[in-house]
């Protein structure tokens, strides 16, 4: 897959575009890229970070940039465009919908019933695209559009911790306390992330996940 541009976002920076757009196809490559460069660290390498259509590579000062560009773009030659990537495992993840507290807007705001949006949901199986915003927040796309609405006018200054949002044709995770601009319409038991852990984050991206409703009473038992 040919990349499309090559800019520094600091000294030791460089991101690596293949669209702007959101598409699975140009995501999976991303991936693949990334895994390969992790297979295949070079001198000075630090990390990769994939987003939704570009991979970031982060190096320190025993190599050049020119050389990193060099490098990741023999990679992406190296990479085959017929090469099946298997279909990761799919996470289920539990939510309680009892406790959205956005779930009465947005059944006004899309004429549906609280109930059909729970199906709706529940229904599709979503794609990890990218990891952000936050440690641990997983972008994941894309909802079935019937439940697409543009994110709040004004942002909620504290959302709890797992709370399952949705804003434009994605659904999200919040690992921690902190404001945001999504509508809550559930929330998860599960920690989403948790630095104590190995890995800290839950999903990440590539990963596939579904929704599963639970009761508040088997919420209450799985935290």
Not at 131 to 153: C, D, E, N, V
Not at 190 to 214: M, Q, T, W, Y
Request: charged content about 20%.
């Amino acid at each position: 897959m040919e990349c499309t541009r090559i800019y520094s976002i600091h000294d030791h920076a460089v991101t690596f575009e293949f669209a702007e757009i959101i598409s699975e196809a140009i995501n999976i490559h991303v991936i693949a890229l990334k895994a390969y460069t992790d297979r295949h660290p070079f001198k000075g390498f630090i990390e990769s970070v994939p987003s939704y259509s570009s991979l970031t590579i982060y190096f320190n000062h025993t190599v050049t940039k020119d050389e990193v560009i060099q490098t990741i773009s023999t990679y992406n030659n190296q990479l085959s465009t017929v090469t099946r990537h298997p279909t990761p495992d799919c996470k289920i993840i539990p939510v309680c919908y009892e406790m959205g507290e956005d779930l009465p807007s947005i059944a006004d705001e899309l004429d549906l019933t609280k109930e059909k949006i729970i199906d709706l949901h529940c229904s599709h199986t979503y794609r990890v695209y990218m990891i952000g915003f936050t440690p641990g927040f997983p972008y994941m796309g894309t909802l079935p559009s019937a439940l697409h609405l543009p994110r709040k006018k004004t942002p909620a200054l504290k959302i709890e911790p797992g709370s399952v949002a949705i804003a434009g044709n994605q659904t999200g995770i919040y690992p921690t306390a902190s404001p945001g601009g999504w509508h809550i319409i559930g929330r998860t038991p599960i920690a989403i992330f948790d630095k104590k852990r190995n890995p800290s984050c839950f999903l990440e991206a590539g990963d596939h996940v579904r929704f599963e409703p639970i009761a508040k009473n088997e919420f209450d038992v799985l935290k």
